[in-house]
Antibody, heavy 120, light 112 residues
């Protein structure tokens, strides 16, 4: 079955960067895009961007442009999300999610989430 | 402020029917893009409930149903059960600068 397993919780200082991983299994990794979605405590879901796991092309939300980088390692079947210049408002749970198709559609499977805390 | 607007909360007694609305605009739902729905239980990742406006993945009970019209969509839950108490989010695609994938603000369903 499809599984997305994310890396563990992180505590970072303001101004630092964080890199979260998402290990995929149970399907052909390069067929389906991976998206990243975050959720601040008590807040709504917020889409950050996605990666075409086949060719590595990415698109990012304007809200994170310039601060977020999504990459993938096809041999490790793992996607990564790096967020730089962290501020306290970046404290949130970050999720990876697999698209159900080869484009941008619905999110069929989700990782368990990674809590990133930004605090001095 | 969310691109897709949902009521913050709805409630109902066990066995009742509740509906959650998701109102968009001409750059997302009104442009013909599909709406999808997720359920999020406390402390867990979202779970897909409805895709393509009205389709249920296997395992999702037929008590849940989705519909779309013009610039809005709805999720209906009939025969409300205690296990339905959760947050629900709608999601669509947006062709404006908002950023491709947009979510509603979420609706908390409370079973009285």
């Amino acid at each position: 079955q499809v599984q997305l397993v994310q890396s563990g919780a992180e505590v970072k200082k303001p101004g630092a960067s964080v890199k979260v991983s998402c290990k995929a299994s149970g399907y052909t990794f390069t067929t389906y895009p991976i998206h990243w979605v975050r959720q601040a405590p008590g807040q709504r879901l917020q889409w950050m961007g996605w990666i075409n796991t086949g060719n590595g092309n990415t698109q990012y939300s304007q809200n994170f442009q310039g601060r977020v980088t999504i990459t993938r390692d096809t041999f490790a079947t793992t996607a990564y999300m790096e967020l730089s210049r962290l501020i306290s408002e970046d404290t949130a749970t970050y999720y990876c999610a697999r698209d159900a198709t080869t484009g941008i559609n619905w999110f069929e499977s989700w990782g368990q989430g990674t809590l990133v805390t930004v605090s001095s | 402020q969310s691109v897709l607007t949902q009521p913050p909360s709805v409630s109902g007694a066990p066995g009742q029917r509740v509906t959650i609305s998701c109102t968009g605009s001409s750059s997302n739902i009104g442009a013909g893009y599909d709406v999808h729905w997720y359920q999020q239980l406390p402390g867990t990742a979202p779970k897909l409930l409805i895709y393509g406006n009205s389709n249920r993945p296997s395992g999702v009970p037929d008590r849940l149903s989705g519909s779309r019209s013009a610039t809005s969509a709805s999720l209906a839950i009939t025969g409300l059960q205690a296990e339905d108490e959760a947050d629900y989010y709608c999601q669509s695609y947006d062709s404006s600068l908002s950023g491709f994938v947009v979510f509603g603000g979420g609706t908390k369903v409370t079973v009285l």
